[in-house]
């Protein structure tokens, strides 16, 4: 679970690399500006507000406590980077039938031609 700000260009590539690189299941809330429907939050009223738990010392991203307590706060600091992170197999590590496989399952589908079957309806 992680949150980034789509006006850090930089932190926002680093994160969702992050996620994408993540075996399993990520969340990434990137929070952006509308100046349509919410003119209040202004670029500077969320750079004033962003801190990143890399900079804290001592956050640990597997405790779900402190991420929770990271998350919450909105208007003072808004908390910015991998907030929560579970350390488990993949669910393809978890199927028997995977077991030992070292292919994506994209790699193991067959090419199957389907001219035959488009010239039927010319």
Known sequence: VARTFSGDVRHTTDVLREALRHPGFAFVEVMQLCPTFNRATSNAWFWDRIRYVDDLKGYDSSDIEAARKAAADLEKEIMMGVLY???????????????GKKTALVDEVRYYSIAKLMRAYE
């Open 85 to 99: 992170r579970q350390k488990r197999p993949a669910l393809l590590d978890l199927i028997p039938s995977r077991a």
